[in-house]
Nanobody, 125 residues
């Protein structure tokens, strides 16, 4: 079992920035990938950004590529999501995920075993 603790959500005006963080603890030895999904009421959960811990490969959704960056700093089991030039379309609950995946499967929520509680991001116009 992996526990995921998210932080960094909040409210910001369009064009602003936020940084989310996610710290994993527990049985972390068996996961090779961490990332983020987001969800707004009435919409399906959407994969946003993912990073493979060892190789460093990263994947982004088309809607955030060029504006969001997923990265690690020193601590293996903590990932960050730097979100720049936010728009109202980025509003939603952001969930951290961790798991053992094959590349090219990250955007399917069914492949992820470990989910955080979520942190709310609200972007106003």
């Amino acid at each position: 079992q992996v526990q995921l603790k998210e932080s960094g959500g909040g409210s910001v005006q369009a064009g602003g920035s936020l940084r989310l963080s996610c710290a994993a603890s527990g049985d972390v030895a068996n996961h090779n990938c961490m990332g983020w999904f987001r969800q707004t009421p009435g919409k399906e959960r959407e994969g946003v950004a993912f990073r493979y811990i060892r190789g460093g490969s990263t994947y982004y959704s088309n809607s955030v590529r060029g504006r969001f960056t997923i990265f690690q700093v020193k601590v293996r089991n903590t990932v960050y999501l730097q979100m720049n030039n936010l728009t109202t379309e980025d509003t939603g609950m952001y969930y951290c995920v961790a798991g053992s995946l094959d590349e090219q499967t990250e955007f399917n929520p069914g492949f992820w075993r470990n989910w955080g509680q979520g942190t709310q991001v609200t972007v106003s116009s």
